[in-house]
Each structure stands twice: as structure tokens, then as C-alpha cells.
């Protein structure tokens, strides 16, 4: 057989394209089969086609129970861990609309054991100088982040560990100050999280295992009274680079459409440097209706004539003079009007963002799932609407 022969999947049949082959121990697979294996099993090149078949009738079997599941209690942020207390049964998953993903649904006794961590990444961060030169900030000024992290071992036939992340946050040190700016109340719900995922499962093993925490620990943000008070003002420490860090921005959470706002803002700000994480970001917060071809198009259209500095105009102290610097940490404050729940009874509030380099406010519309309760980003335009350019970029300045 030809390297480029035409194959067929050893599983349903289908015709397999030419990269879509999955190798098997003794055939092959398509990309449709492949994705309806549990997320957690990794042997795929050492499992036979009968094995993978199985699997698959474990996994379609797997289906009643996710649809029995209940959920009693929820552990976590990024990755949750979700507890069926009646049933003694858990499922570990990253999606809102969890059924839909067939997550597999473990019984208690199939928990072999648990090892959580919290662990910290330090990098410097650097400026230029005059000839261009990347040089240190004097005193030096760093980046740290923290994974919130859980290992569940279990006795499974197609798997045996479980690996997640529950949370992550960034954190800069300010130069000059010896002080650490951290998230807060976010951080220590995290925390407090990954403990109790902890302590879930030594209640269920009979061990007395600790989270693992690394010695420096952030501080909170330092908020006035009235900051504190006002919930239609976000405080980011630093912009998140991942779906699971704009997820664990404080005070971040589908309950909350103003949240989402602000999220969505702090997604867009990522497009410069990486595009795909970008859109990861905002499918993250659009729940059931993942960005479209023309939604990623239209966002390429809006970056593509250098206009990064859009999305940062809506932090507090970002203005055309300053090249659209915002302030730190970066603040953003989400409105509403006296119309902007006007279609509320029909699932949708329109929120507004002001942006420094404009006179009027931006619209940025959120859509309510009334099964959850949840709130998803809905309609994105308004936040990359034209602004002034930037005093660099201006003939006129």
C-alpha cells in the first residue's frame, strides 16, 4: 500500500482524509472517532481497533448518566470539578454546557487518590532604552504567575488520571515598591477551591494529603471603600494570555453580564500578540455560540491596519496623548442606559464601555441562558468601532 493510498477508518468505515488518519496498534482512525474518546485517555498508537471500539460503547453508555447527572456542588473556575452528592458520582469538565461534551461521570469509589498544587512562574520584565536595547527596570520588575492545579488518580479501563487546571492568575511586581500586586478575594476563592477539591477527596480516601502552595503568596489588590462598592468597575492586575487566566480575572463569572463586558475588552487586547488565543478567549465567554468564520474575519479587518490600540482605549488613563497607555492596574468601568433592557425579557442587555478616544459609548450586547442562568458575549461590533489615532500616529500632533 502507497503512502498516499486512500484509507478507510477501521471503526465507522468513513473515508479518511488526507491528514486525518489516527494510527491505531493494528489500523486506523478518522478525526470524527478520535474525538468521541474520553478526553482524559492518551494511548491511543497502543490501543487495537477493538479496543477503541469499546471504548466507544463505553463511551455511548456514559451518555445516560451524564444526562441522570445532578449537580449538587462545583469546585473550581478554568476546569471544574462537579458533584453528583446523591449519586456519590463526579465529573471533571471545562464547558458551561458540560452535557453536551459527554464528560465521563466516575463513581466515588473509582478515586484512587489526589494531589493538588499551587505553583508560581517568575519573569522578568523588561523595557528599551534609548538605542532600542532591551534593559531591566531599576529596581528590577517581574511577572508571576500562579496554576491552580489538581491530579485525581482513578480506576478506569481507558484512563487513569486526571489532570487540571481549576485556576491562574498574573501578578506584577510595581517598580519601586517591594509590595505585590495580586487578585484578592479571586485568588483566595481559587484557593480556597483547591482545598476543598482536597479535602473532598481525603474525606473519601481516609488521608490527611495537603495542597502543595508555593511560600510567596500575592497580596490583595488595595481597593478604597467606594471601588470596592462598585460593581460596574473591574480591576485587572495584569491582561491574561489564556482563555483560563481571562476566566480567573477577578470578579469574571457568567452570572454577571457587566463581567463579561470587561472580558471581553481584556480578550481583544491579546489579538496583537497571539490571534488564536484571542479567539479561544472569546469563544471561552460566548458560551453556546463559538465565533464564526465572519466573526474572525471581521476581527483580522479591525487589527489589520495597526489599530491595536482599540481595545486598550477603554482602561482608565488610556488617551490619544498617551498613546493609549492605560493606567495599572488596568481599570475598566461597564454602563448601562436607560434602554439597555429594553429586549431584557427576551434574554439580551446592552452594556456600554467608554472609550478614551471617543466621545460617545460603546455598545456591546450579552445574551442570557436561562437554563443556567449564565450570561454570554452576544455581539462584539461595538467595542472595535473607530477611535482617534494615537498622538504618534497623528500628522496633525
Avoid at 22 to 42: A, R, V
Avoid at 51 to 56: A, G, H, R
Avoid at 76 to 93: A, H, P, T
Avoid at 285 to 312: A, E, H, T
Wanted: aromatic fraction near 10%.
Amino acid at each position: 500500500m502507497g503512502l498516499f493510498d486512500k484509507k478507510f477508518c477501521d471503526i465507522c468505515g468513513s473515508k479518511i482524509g488526507l491528514l486525518g488518519n489516527k494510527k491505531l496498534e493494528d489500523g486506523n482512525m478518522c478525526k470524527d472517532c478520535q474525538k468521541l474518546l474520553s478526553p482524559w485517555f492518551s494511548d491511543r498508537r497502543h490501543s487495537t481497533v477493538e479496543e477503541i471500539k469499546q471504548q466507544l460503547a463505553y463511551r455511548e453508555a456514559n451518555k445516560a448518566k451524564v444526562e441522570a447527572f445532578i449537580v449538587t456542588r462545583t469546585l473550581g473556575n478554568g476546569y471544574k470539578l462537579l458533584l453528583d452528592e446523591g449519586k456519590r458520582q463526579f465529573i471533571v469538565s471545562r464547558f458551561s454546557d458540560w452535557r453536551s461534551t459527554n464528560p465521563d461521570v466516575l463513581d466515588y469509589a473509582q478515586l484512587t487518590g489526589c494531589t493538588t498544587k499551587i505553583t508560581e512562574d517568575k519573569d522578568e520584565i523588561t523595557t528599551k532604552d534609548a538605542e532600542g536595547k532591551e534593559v531591566s527596570f531599576m529596581p528590577p520588575r517581574y511577572r508571576y504567575t500562579y496554576d491552580f492545579k489538581a491530579v485525581l488518580t482513578v480506576s478506569n479501563p481507558y484512563f487513569d488520571e486526571m489532570r487540571f487546571e481549576t485556576a491562574s492568575f498574573l501578578r506584577e511586581e510595581t517598580p519601586g515598591d517591594a509590595s505585590l500586586t495580586g487578585h484578592g478575594d479571586a485568588f483566595n476563592d481559587a484557593k480556597a477551591d483547591l482545598l476543598a477539591i482536597q479535602a473532598w477527596a481525603n474525606e473519601l480516601l481516609g488521608t490527611q494529603t495537603e495542597t502543595e502552595i508555593e511560600d510567596t503568596m500575592p497580596e490583595a489588590i488595595p481597593l478604597t471603600a467606594e471601588d470596592a462598592a462598585d460593581k460596574t468597575l473591574f480591576i485587572f492586575p495584569a491582561l491574561p494570555k489564556t482563555a483560563a487566566e481571562l476566566l480567573a480575572l477577578p470578579r469574571v463569572s457568567f452570572q454577571d453580564p457587566f463581567s463579561i463586558a470587561a472580558a471581553a475588552v481584556a480578550a481583544l487586547c491579546r489579538f496583537p500578540e497571539d490571534a488564536d488565543a484571542c479567539f479561544a478567549m472569546l469563544d471561552a465567554i460566548k458560551g453556546p455560540q463559538p465565533l464564526s468564520n465572519l466573526d474572525k474575519s471581521f476581527i483580522r479587518n479591525r487589527f489589520f491596519d495597526g489599530k491595536d490600540y482599540v481595545p486598550r482605549s477603554y482602561f482608565a488613563g488610556a488617551m490619544p496623548s498617551n498613546d493609549y497607555t492605560p493606567d495599572q492596574p488596568y481599570r475598566i468601568r461597564v454602563s448601562e442606559s436607560v434602554h439597555s433592557r429594553d429586549q431584557f425579557d427576551q434574554g439580551y442587555i446592552t452594556l456600554y464601555l467608554k472609550s478614551g478616544g471617543a466621545d460617545s459609548e460603546r455598545p456591546v450586547v450579552l445574551r442570557n441562558k436561562p437554563s443556567t442562568g449564565e450570561w454570554f458575549l452576544w455581539n462584539h461590533v461595538g467595542i472595535l468601532a473607530d477611535i482617534r489615532v494615537p498622538k504618534k500616529d497623528d500628522p496633525w500632533a
